[in-house]
Structure formats: C-alpha cells, structure tokens
C-alpha cells in the first residue's frame, strides 16, 4: 500500500505552498489532484496580494480587512497582514516578476477597501505567475505531484486521519492510500453558483467524516466578469487608468468589500472601458487582452466590454484552528487532517473579501497547515491499513451501484437545478422567508437518484461529474442552513 507523511489534495496556490512547507518540515509529501497539469492557473486569483509595503505597520491594513469583513477572526487577520510583507519578499526571492514603481519598489495598486496603495501585481497574471513560481519550488524539492487522481473516501479511526481512497480517473482503479496527515487545498465551492466554478469536493470530504464547516453562508463576489464566459479581469486594470462605466457613460467607483462593490452594480448594465490606459501600462494586462481578442474578436484597447457581477471566492469551508487543523467542535481537532485556502474558512476575511487579501491568505494559510503538519507527522506513526483495506472495497461497490441506477436525473439536469436555486436565492441578496423551502428543495434533490450514461470504468468525466453534484448538494444544504441561521445582514449575506 502506498504510503506517505502527509499528502495534499489540491492543486493551487494553497495547495502548493502547503507542500512545500510540509516537506521542509521534514515530512514525505505527495499532492494528489483531480484535475489535469495546469488547470489550476485558469482558476488563480489575478487580484494581486495585499502587503503593507510602503507602510510603518500592519495595523491599517488589518483595519480594513475587519471593516470590510465584519466578523474576521482578529488573531488570524493580525497574523496575516503582518506577515504580507514577508510572504511577498519570499515569492520575489523565488522569481516572482512584480511591476515596479520609478523607485525599483513594488508598484502597488489602490483596489476597493483599501485606505492607501497596498495591492502588488504582476498585471493580470498574479496567480498564475504566483502558481508558476511555487511549481517550480516544489519541482526543485521532488515533490511528486499526481493528476487525475479523484479522492473518494477519508478514512478516520477514532477521530484520526488514516488516509484516503482514490479513484484513478485514467485507469478507473480504486486504492487506499496510507497517510499520517491529510491537507484539504482546493478552488472553493463556487460551481454551487457558476458552470465554471469548482464543486466543493474536498470540504465535503472532511464534512462526511465529522468535521465542521462554517462561515458557509458567505461567498464573495468578483466584479469583472466578462458577461457570458466564465473570465474574470484583473481589478489591478482600474488602478492602471481604465474605468467602470455605465450604460450612460457614467463612472462607477467600487468601494468596500468585493461583494459589497458587486452589489451596488447588480440592477444595471455597465462595462469596462480601457481605452484610457497608457500605453506604456498595456503590456502587463497583454494575457487579458490577447484572450479577449481570442475569445469574443474584441479589443481590449479600442472597445468597452461588457462585464458583471459574479460569484469568485469561498470564503466559508472546513472550521480550523490558527495551525489549520480541522475541527470536529469548538476545540477538538480531526487528528492529522487540515484545510487550507478555499477549502477552509480560516477567519481571514470574515463576511466579504478585501481585495489582494485573497492570494495573501492562500499563501499563508498553506504554509501554515503544511508546517503544522509536517511537523506532526514525523512524531508520529501510520495506521489504519485493514480499515483503508475495506473502506475501498466498499468505495468500489458504491460506484458500482452507481452505474447501475437506470432511472432518474441526469447530472448537468442535477446541476443545472442547484445553480439555479443558487443563483436565484443566495446570490448577492437572500430573502429569509424563503431559505426553508430551498432546504427541502436541496435535500428533495439530495434524494433525486443520478442516472449515467456512461458505465465505463475509464476516464468516466460523467462520474466525477455525478461525484461532484452530491458534493454540492451536501455544501448547499450547509450554505443555506447557515443563511437561514444568521438573521442578520452582515458582509456577503445581505438579507432583504
């Protein structure tokens, strides 16, 4: 059986950094992936990291990130915003290509929430270039990285991690892996809301094994998405001289928090205009371009486009502690499993997200479930090998009672019918009386039985498809059940 130290399942900034902190520790690390080599970047964050460079302090920024989070966990925040400036000195010293000012510093963005320039960016490919860096330590350190590999089943012995059961998408194959750690890194839970947004898998494994979620009922949102496609567009273009306009011509300032900002932009159309951005300043934001131009036959530098509201960031997850470990109650930890960025709410942000905190937190909160479990893992020993025996042979028999159910919906009907409960109800306003009936609507799908069309055991999208829908609908019960709970407007969850 294979075994390791810790294994992180995920594939973004979180995850990465996660694995790297964890081998440093001393552990042996392997990330395992469900999506293919690169996925990744097409989900990274181009926002750009929040890092109190040309200030004496963190205090201020951490001021705004409780302003416009409105219930941030203080120590956690703290931690984070003092902690900004080293996390990008780190990137930097790992190749991170930052735009500079005419003093050879970091240029740094204004971006709604902030009280001064505080947002540093490599144009419109902050993630990726970030992603792109920390793939290149995590290669430089041997760490294995295995893709197309579909987590099934968490195993736990008496509130402790023994590992996981996996699905092989390529081959079909079924096996337990052996581990003393487990580090939840995923994209989120934002496919509750939008076709190109994740489905929450790996939240609702730790869910399923009795660990906590909370801050469900927040979810931040993105104001520049081009309409219709799933791209999002760097904030960091705004400070670079484009402009938010409506229909009529008229400016649009986006202030406070992402969501906040959204909000006031939900009952009008309105677009980008770029036209205005210096020449010298074009090249860093050439990936948008060049994609818009790809994409939709338009120019970025001669034409508005057409851009919207959306759902981006998760900002609820797995409840942990300041180490990033999981919690069964208040203070009792799932021994050996983690969380981490958007698989987590880790208390950074609170109720809405303050723009560049998003990557900060990512990073921060990687490195430190990926320290805390290193460090565990080497005091302690493996376990668990009958029980990961059976757990995949009862794995093996629930898919294939899968394939075998003839009758019921379709997953995009599934699916379909989620984002549109979603959408319609818990989007950027959320009507109390409601969230009953959308419980029983989701648990009344809950029960709905999921028809496949394809029985193969290879490659089967349409399986991991059906698997991510009932991960969506065990998030969305626990979306709504929270909403419904809080019956006060705060951040994110705006009740009217």
Not at 312 to 338: M, N, P, Q
Not at 455 to 474: H, P, V
Request: charged content about 20%.
């Amino acid at each position: 059986m294979e075994s390791w130290d810790v294994i992180i399942v995920g594939s973004g900034v979180a995850a990465l950094r996660a694995a790297i902190a964890a081998l440093d520790a001393g552990a042996t690390v392997s990330i395992f992936d469900d999506t293919g080599p690169g996925s990744a970047q097409a989900r990274a964050d181009d926002t750009g990291i929040s890092a109190s460079l040309a200030e004496s302090d963190s205090n201020e920024h951490q001021q705004d990130t409780a302003v416009v989070g409105m219930g941030v966990e203080t120590t956690v925040s703290s931690s984070r915003c003092a902690s900004s400036v080293s996390a990008l000195i780190e990137l930097e010293r790992w190749g991170l290509n930052l735009r500079r000012d005419g003093s050879g510093a970091p240029a740094l963005s204004t971006q709604p929430g902030h009280r001064t320039p505080r947002v540093a960016t490599a144009g419109d490919v902050t993630g990726r270039e970030t992603l792109r860096i920390l793939e290149e330590q995590c290669m430089k350190r041997g760490i294995p990285r295995k893709h197309d590999i579909r987590p099934l089943t968490l195993v736990t012995e008496n509130q402790r991690v023994r590992g996981l059961v996996i699905l092989d998408i390529q081959t079909g194959m079924i096996a337990p892996i052996q581990a003393k750690s487990v580090i939840l890194a995923g994209d989120g839970h934002d496919g509750l809301w939008m076709e190109s947004g994740s489905s929450g898998s790996k939240a609702a494994l730790a869910f399923r094994s009795g660990a906590m979620l909370s801050g469900m009922e927040f979810v931040g949102w993105h104001p520049m998405m081009i309409k219709d496609s799933g791209m999002f567009l760097s904030l960091a273009i705004l400070d670079a001289g484009a402009r938010l306009r409506k229909a009529n011509g008229d400016d649009i300032e986006l202030v406070g928090g992402l969501t906040d900002a959204c909000r006031l932009l939900c009952d009008d159309e309105y677009v980008l205009d770029a036209r205005n951005v210096p020449n010298s300043l074009r090249p860093w934001f050439s990936t948008s371009a060049q994609n818009i131009a790809d994409r939709f036959g338009l120019d970025l530098w001669s034409t508005v486009i057409p851009v919207t509201p959306a759902p981006r960031y998760s900002i609820g997850g797995v409840a942990v502690d300041t180490k990033g470990r999981a919690l069964v109650s208040e203070d009792l930890w799932l021994t050996g499993l983690y969380a981490a960025g958007a698989s987590a709410d880790t208390g950074m942000h609170g109720s809405d997200v303050l723009a560049g905190n998003w990557t900060l937190d990512e990073l921060l909160s990687g490195e430190n479930a990926g320290t805390s479990a290193g460090q565990w893992a080497t005091s302690t020993k493996h376990g668990g090998r009958t029980l990961l025996m059976d757990a995949s042979f009862t794995s093996e028999a629930e898919i294939e009672a899968m394939s075998e159910v003839k009758e019921g919906m379709t997953v995009g009907a599934l699916m379909a019918s989620i984002r549109r409960t979603m959408m319609t109800h818990m989007g950027l306003t959320r009507e109390g009386a409601i969230l009953q009936s959308l419980i029983t609507k989701i648990d009344d799908l809950a029960t709905s039985p999921i028809r496949l069309s394809d029985d193969s055991a290879i490659m089967n999208t349409e399986l991991i498809a059906a698997l991510d829908a009932t991960s969506m609908l065990d998030l969305a019960h626990a979306a709504i059940s929270a909403a419904k709970a809080r019956k006060e407007s705060c951040g994110s969850h705006y009740l009217i």
